[in-house]
T-cell receptor
Framework: EAGVVQSPRYKIIEKKQPVAFWCNPI?????LYWYLQNLGQGPELLIR????????DSQLPKDRFSAERLKGVDSTLKIQPAELGDSAVYLC?????????????FGPGTRLTVL | GNSVTQMEGPVTLSEEAFLTINCTYT??????LFWYVQYPGEGLQLLLK?????DKGSNKGFEATYRKETTSFHLEKGSVQVSDSAVYFC????????????FGTGTSLTVIP
């Protein structure tokens, strides 16, 4: 079974530029998560999708961040414009449900460096 | 609210030493508890989990017991190997409000031959 796929793995941009990250969850996983992981810290939730609906985006900085999950499968996370403080690893995860007992499966992440 | 506090690292051990990484939690409901491991350059992988009090999760020689009375979920391994070198994250999942995970800050483990 293929795991969660993310691309690109690495991205270097200058501040004020836009950037987008892509995630393909495990087949059949209805729930998709985007996390932010700063160096030396644990992942922090940005947004959670149930199929194509964003059910929890309370931690997403909506002035510059946006996300979509068209057709309830792949998802894209965008930052526009990027700031120096956005340098971090962006993780995508998926799970089969939201009961609280369900394991989340993580992708390898996209490491963003903003210069 | 929900939160996880992990033992700070980094931790350096010799091969075959005993490992303990402490984890305590605060939760408003009845959480499930997890340990994830992150090897260099890779994503987080589930190591083990426990979904109710007194459950013991185990995998690859690692164990952790869900202790409600002490709100703890300490990770242990009797004999570590060089290949166990990684960052370990304790996490809880809030079963009341859905599958939102709360992660600790991670503990870096280096095992030397």
């Amino acid at each position: 079974e293929a795991g969660v796929v993310q691309s690109p793995r690495y991205k270097i941009i200058e501040k004020k530029q836009p950037v987008a990250f892509w995630c393909n969850p495990i087949s059949g996983h209805n729930t998709l998560y985007w996390y932010l992981q700063n160096l030396g810290q644990g992942p922090e939730l940005l947004i959670r999708y149930e199929n194509e609906e964003a059910v929890d985006d309370s931690q997403l900085p909506k002035d510059r961040f946006s996300a979509e999950r068209l057709k309830g499968v792949d998802s894209t996370l965008k930052i526009q414009p990027a700031e120096l403080g956005d340098s971090a690893v962006y993780l995508c995860a998926s799970s089969t449900g939201t009961s609280g007992y369900n394991e989340q499966f993580f992708g390898p992440g996209t490491r963003l460096t903003v210069l | 609210g929900n939160s996880v506090t992990q033992m700070e690292g980094p931790v350096t051990l010799s091969e075959e030493a005993f490992l303990t990484i402490n984890c305590t939690y605060t939760a408003t409901g009845y959480p499930s508890l997890f340990w994830y491991v992150q090897y260099p350059g890779e994503g987080l992988q589930l190591l083990l989990k426990a979904t109710k009090a007194d459950d013991k999760g185990s995998n690859k020689g690692f164990e952790a017991t869900y202790r409600k009375e002490t709100t703890s979920f300490h990770l242990e391994k009797g004999s570590v190997q060089v290949s166990d070198s990684a960052v370990y994250f304790c996490a809880l999942s809030d079963t009341i409000t859905g599958n939102q995970f709360y992660f600790g800050t991670g503990t870096s483990l280096t095992v030397i031959p």
